[in-house]
């Protein structure tokens, strides 16, 4: 064997694939935090001024309750 076929015999097992229980966790961790970033800006955050939808309050109307009950101040 020449040097250069003793390098790639040594490198073709070096990376591993990952576990798929480790990306599927991965995935539903990641898609779990986007959820709730999302619903936390809806239920505390979104108001008139920094809403994404301008001066719409439908969405703060229907989380109205939700927010109060959550301890939210909105007024």
Do not use: K
């Not at 990376?15 to 959820?35: E, F, I, R």
């Not at 970033?37 to 108001?47: N, S, T």
Request: glycine share 10%; proline share 3%.
């Amino acid at each position: 064997m020449t040097a250069s076929h003793e390098s790639v015999a040594r490198w073709s097992g070096a990376v591993d694939t990952p576990d798929s229980t480790v990306v599927g966790t991965a995935l539903w961790l990641t898609g779990t935090t986007v959820l709730a970033v999302i619903a936390y800006y809806f239920l505390g955050y979104d108001q008139g001024a920094v809403s994404v939808f301008g001066a719409d309050t439908h969405v703060h109307e229907f989380v109205h309750d939700a927010r109060h009950l959550l301890g939210f101040p909105c007024h």
